[in-house]
């Protein structure tokens, strides 16, 4: 008998123990670290305006590696052309490393037009006006070079739709062709200087 008592006496202080004391509180809010700015995030800082006077002089042909330098840029390209026909992310993955290969190709040969040209492209869909600008005052110094002047005038005609590019503006360039800087920088295509 004292055996069931004292298991009723359990029984009842659980129930009045356990009983509801009034409503049920919500749950915390989950703990959400703080989201790391993403490398994407990062890269689209601008350059800084470079002054081209400014820029290291002239470097030997024998220390420049043009074969090097010219496969970077066509591999870097054909990144591009797959970029341009890829899903979100891989397109991403895809740009990044064409524009890794394209600063190793200027480090083999900061002469190489195409490799130039390419990098001003790429940071003008990325919207990076004075990358863009910084890359294209490049190419208009190259254009002062006598063995660079006709590549270069090519370069200049198709990113501005002219000769053999006529009325097919370098669709590339589309986010900071109505940017001041690259505008003001417009002006001396056209000049020849």
């Not at 800082?45 to 470079?50: A, V």
């Not at 490393?97 to 037009?113: G, H, I, R, W």
Request: with cysteine.
């Amino acid at each position: 008998m004292f055996a069931r008592l004292m298991i009723a006496g359990i029984i009842a202080g659980l129930a009045v123990g356990c009983g509801p004391k009034g409503p049920i509180p919500d749950a915390p809010a989950p703990y959400r670290p703080k989201e790391k700015k993403s490398q994407a995030a990062a890269k689209k800082k601008d350059c800084k305006p470079t002054d081209p006077s400014a820029l290291p002089g002239a470097i030997p042909e024998a220390q420049r590696r043009k074969v090097e330098s010219a496969n970077l840029a066509t591999e870097a390209n054909t990144m591009l052309n797959k970029a341009a026909v890829s899903k979100v992310k891989k397109r991403e993955t895809l740009i990044d490393e064409a524009v890794d290969k394209l600063n190793t190709a200027l480090a083999a040969d900061p002469y190489n037009v195409e490799a130039t040209y390419t990098l001003a492209g790429v940071q003008a869909m990325i919207g990076r006006t004075q990358c863009t600008v910084n890359l294209l005052s490049r190419l208009l110094e190259l254009r002062k070079l006598d063995s660079y002047r006709s590549s270069v005038r090519q370069k200049l005609d198709q990113l501005e739709g002219r000769g053999a590019f006529a009325g097919r503006l370098d669709p590339k360039f589309a986010k900071v062709r109505g940017k001041r800087a690259y505008r003001d920088l417009a002006r001396k295509f056209a000049d020849g200087k």
